[in-house]
């Protein structure tokens, strides 16, 4: 079974800061895809970024990037240019590939942007 | 693209009733639906994985037959939560793939449902 740990249960930033969000997981499978999911105060989920677990290339959007560092099963969020739209509960969530395919998410971390 | 719509928004109900929550996918078609539910200031713990034309496989811990999952058609899913109780309110979200976006594993999600059982 895979496992996804956010530890960090709350942060806060400036606006116009960078911030790192972390989270790491656990599997045994080697195909497989890692997400990081906003869920505002309206509570819709939003998909922030994805990454495909056999690209070594870092996913990137926008002011939004990732660490993922596999051997160490590591997938850590950077926002740049924190936004007051940013404040959201922020989720890590990891998914195997092939048939029947779900997610398992962290516990999520609450991030508060201040003006 | 790819907008999942729930309806109600929002329910009030009594204990001991049942009450239905749909999923439309708006835009595409879906063979597979997600059902989750959602405590405040928690995770989602997904409750089932609803297919079209099927049954619905239930994550260990849901009880199948208090909450019912209908996938009828490509673009609808059900869920119907029978006999109500109070601990029963919560939030539930689905979710879903669209069918020529299955290889990537992505979801989109509805807006969710809020049910408080009285």
């Known amino acids: 079974a895979q496992t996804v740990t956010q530890s960090q249960p709350e942060m806060s930033v400036q606006e116009a800061e960078t911030v790192t969000l972390s989270c790491t997981y656990d599997?045994?499978?080697?195909?497989?895809?890692l997400f990081w999911y906003k869920q505002p105060p309206s509570r819709q989920m939003i998909l922030v970024i994805r990454?495909?677990?056999?690209?070594?290339q870092n996913a990137t959007e926008n002011r939004f990037s990732v660490n993922f560092q596999k051997a160490a099963k590591s997938f850590s969020l950077k926002i740049s240019d924190s936004q007051l739209g940013d404040t959201a509960m922020y989720f890590c969530?990891?998914?195997?590939?092939?048939?029947?395919?779900?997610?398992?998410f962290g516990k999520g971390i609450t991030l508060s942007v201040r003006p | 693209g790819a907008v999942v719509s729930q309806h109600p928004s929002w329910v009030i109900c009594k204990s001991g009733t049942s009450v239905k929550i749909e999923c439309r996918s708006l835009?595409?078609?879906?063979?597979?639906m997600f059902w989750y539910r959602q405590f405040p200031k928690q995770s989602l713990m997904l409750m089932a994985t609803?297919?079209?034309?099927?049954?619905?496989?239930?994550e260990q811990g849901v009880e199948k037959d208090k909450f019912l999952i209908n996938h009828a058609s490509l673009t609808l899913s059900t869920l119907t939560v029978t006999s109500a109780h109070p601990e029963d309110s919560s939030f539930y979200i689905c979710?879903?793939?669209?069918?020529?976006?299955?290889?990537?594993?992505?979801?989109?999600f509805g807006p969710g449902t809020r049910l408080t059982v009285t």
């Open positions: 990454q495909e677990a056999y690209k070594q």
């Open positions: 969530a990891f998914m195997a590939t092939g048939a029947n395919s779900k997610l398992t």
């Open positions: 979710s879903a793939t669209p069918i020529e976006l299955a290889g990537y594993h992505e979801q989109y």
């Open positions: 609803s297919n079209e034309g099927s049954k619905a496989t239930y």
């Open positions: 835009d595409f078609q879906a063979t597979t």
């Open positions: 599997t045994s499978e080697n195909n497989y895809y």
